[in-house]
């Protein structure tokens, strides 16, 4: 799927103060970042000291998704323009997911 398809699929929220940055209520869908993301996307799982959940990657033709797993399961999915991408990338530490 495109960013475009996931944003008018899904009711997505601004998140307060990271422009280009929008979440997806978890009483709205918190299963699997495919679900989201659609099937074929393909992913990359980190697990890191600056995030208190493992973080689920998944590039874009114009952003990406970035999901957290929680402790029960669920994921909190997280939808970026390019610029807010890259600008959570770089706050979590991920250097490189190659070009999208």
């Known amino acids: 799927m495109t960013f ?11 998140i307060r103060h990271c422009p280009g940055r929008w979440i997806l209520s978890m009483a ?4 699997e970042p495919a679900n989201v993301a659609g099937p074929g996307a393909g992913s990359v799982v ?20 970035i999901s ?5 399961g669920r994921y909190l999915h997280t939808l970026n323009s390019a610029a807010g ?12 997911l190659g070009a999208g």
Do not use: H, N
Not at 28 to 31: A, I, K, R, S, V
Not at 47 to 60: K, S
């Open 4 to 14: 475009e398809e996931i944003m008018t699929r899904w009711a997505w929220k601004p």
């Open 28 to 31: 709205e869908f918190c299963g």
């Open 46 to 65: 980190f697990e890191m000291e600056t995030a208190a959940d493992p973080v689920v990657v998944v590039r874009l033709d114009e952003g990406g998704l």
């Open 68 to 72: 957290y797993k929680k402790e029960d």
């Open 85 to 96: 991408f890259e600008r959570k990338l770089s706050q979590l530490g991920i250097a490189d």
